[in-house]
């Protein structure tokens, strides 16, 4: 007989930290005080905010979550092929920006669109700013122990746990954080594997 998982005995309706939906990773998202702060500086005409980090520490949601508060439409450049035409749209928000040749993230930066936000592994800030372009940069780090705390429990409660009613272990958080560090991408897996195991 197949063992019953943790999120089963608990009568969640899902492993909490299963693939989310973009509307629901933005809903869940715990963006980091650099970027909220630098939100408001971005009415300038023909500015950038450049989300900056390696893979895995959270630039994607931050785009998500920024594309819902921004009411902007977002892209996301492929890894093989050329680059999507741009929306017709003032604000445009383009995730993996260095997969773009240098001639794509040239056309970018000169483009009509009047505010960019780019997330990339690299910063481009060099290229954009030779456009034209005020550039303003955010480094994501992943989240920290408080935030990733925040962000577990915001998703218990999104798989339908009642308060206190599904209980992911503080000492199990601080050991997947102290192994992990920023890669929130990791954790999550680690966390999704925790939850498929007998209670």
């Known amino acids: 007989m197949r063992p019953i998982p943790r999120w089963q005995t608990a009568s969640l309706a899902h492993n909490p930290f299963g693939e989310l939906f973009a509307f629901d990773r933005a809903a869940l998202a715990v963006p980091c005080a650099e970027v909220a702060a630098l939100l408001p500086r971005l009415d300038g005409e023909r500015s950038v905010l450049e989300l900056v980090g390696p893979p895995g520490v959270g630039k994607s949601t931050h785009l998500a979550w920024l594309a819902g508060r921004l009411a902007a439409p977002l892209v996301r450049i492929p ?56 550039v303003l940069r955010a480094t994501i780090r992943g989240l920290t122990q408080d935030g990733l705390r925040s962000y577990v429990a915001r998703r218990v409660a999104w798989a339908g746990a009642a308060p206190g009613g599904f209980d992911v272990p503080s000492a199990l958080l601080d050991g997947l954080h102290t192994r992990h560090r920023s890669d929130v991408r990791a954790i999550e897996q680690a966390l999704y594997d925790w939850c498929e195991e007998s209670a």
């Open 79 to 134: 890894a093989r092929g050329a680059s999507p035409a741009l929306p017709d749209s003032q604000t445009v928000l383009i995730d993996e920006l260095q997969r773009a040749s240098w001639a794509e993230r040239q056309a970018i930066a000169r483009s009509c669109v009047r505010t960019l936000v780019v997330a990339a592994h690299c910063s481009h800030a060099v290229q954009l700013a030779s456009a034209g372009r005020r």
